[in-house]
């Protein structure tokens, strides 16, 4: 079964509007972390944001943010005033445990397009 | 700002000879990754390694993969007799802590002919 599912192959957003890539994660561990990481065209991964399991408040960084919700085993990335550089395929991960090396596991992805 | 730098960028190898690919994590990390991307496809999890040894590896780390960090900077992934499918781009990746955010490297992508 997929731990990580991201359901939107590929997204198209007018230039400076919001956007919200959804991901959805599967785990029976009480603690766990989640990852967004973005990779332009030039293939590097570049973290974004991260969710602790057991934060209560949701995570920003600047114009990212993260719409945790528990419940549903969502953690979905908002990106405000979207620009032509976020245009880029964009991963969702999730770390179990907190004992040791852990691996992330990373979901299909989303490739974001910004138009002008 | 500190970085995980990996060499070389491009490797082109034939089919069956052995490549090393290097990387340098940031200093004062102590929890090493690497990670592949097959073109096109989701980034899969190759190995963990801490304390100079493996803490977790997948199936596809099979005994053609080896990892090792040789000094106190480098840390390298060795295919020993390379395969197509090894084609991909290869991540390595860096953390100071396990619970935190794993820093990746550009990315090493070799192509297997």
């Known amino acids: 079964a997929q731990k990580i599912t991201q359901t939107q192959p590929g997204m198209f957003v007018q230039e400076k509007e919001a956007v919200t890539l959804d991901c959805t994660y599967d785990?029976?561990?009480?603690?766990?972390?989640l990852f967004w990481y973005k990779q332009p065209s030039s293939g590097e991964m570049i973290f974004l944001i991260y969710?602790?399991?057991?934060?209560?408040q949701n995570a920003t960084e600047g114009r990212y943010s993260l719409n945790f919700q528990k419940a549903r085993k969502s953690a979905n990335l908002v990106i405000s005033a979207s620009q032509l550089g976020d245009s880029a395929m964009y991963f969702c991960a999730m770390r179990e445990g907190i004992q040791g090396a852990q691996k992330l596991v990373f979901g299909q992805g989303t490739r974001l397009t910004i138009n002008p | 700002e500190p970085e995980v730098t990996q060499t070389p960028s491009h490797q082109v190898t034939q089919m069956g000879q052995e490549v090393i690919l290097r990387c340098v994590p940031i200093?004062?990390?102590?929890?090493f990754y690497w990670y592949r991307q097959i073109l096109g496809q989701k980034v899969e999890f190759l190995v963990s390694f801490y304390n100079n040894e493996i803490s977790e590896k997948s199936e596809i780390f099979d005994d053609q993969f080896s990892v090792e960090r040789p000094d106190g900077s480098n840390f390298t992934l060795k295919i020993r007799s390379t395969k197509l499918e090894d084609s991909a781009m290869y991540f390595c990746?860096?953390?100071?802590?396990?619970?935190?955010?794993?820093?990746f490297g550009q990315g090493t992508r070799l192509t297997v002919v």
């Open positions: 200093s004062n990390h102590l929890y």
């Open positions: 969710q602790g399991s057991y934060d209560e």
């Open positions: 785990t029976s561990d009480q603690s766990y972390g």
């Open positions: 990746a860096s953390s100071r802590v396990p619970n935190t955010e794993a820093f």
